[in-house]
């Protein structure tokens, strides 16, 4: 997956295509299975695993601040 500006406005596409990775959750969504959608957009199962990993990785809470050297916890979060 890929987000270039200026390419789908922006959008996180399969990377090297202009195909959303959005429409994974629409099929899903309107209750297509992974192989329609595979069939559909000629997608790989390994494509669409990957977005559905992604997505549900960017729901995880971030984890609680490790303390700093000395011995304080910062507020800072990884980017």
């Given amino acids: 997956m890929e987000s270039v ?3 789908v ?4 596409v399969f990377k090297d295509t ?5 429409i994974v959750f629409e099929s899903l969504e309107a209750g297509a299975t992974i192989d329609e959608i595979m069939e559909w957009f000629h997608l790989g ?3 669409i695993i ?6 549900a990785r960017s729901l995880d809470p971030f984890p609680p601040p ?4 000395n011995g304080t916890a910062s507020n ?3 980017v």
Avoid: T
Avoid at 9 to 12: D, E, L, N, R
Avoid at 66 to 69: E, I, L, N, R
């Fill in 76 to 78: 800072a979060y990884p």
């Fill in 45 to 47: 199962r390994d494509q």
């Fill in 18 to 22: 202009r195909m959303p990775v959005s």
């Fill in 66 to 69: 490790q303390p700093g050297p």
């Fill in 50 to 55: 990957a977005v559905l990993e992604f997505a």
């Fill in 5 to 7: 500006p200026g390419k």
């Fill in 9 to 12: 406005s922006g959008a996180w």
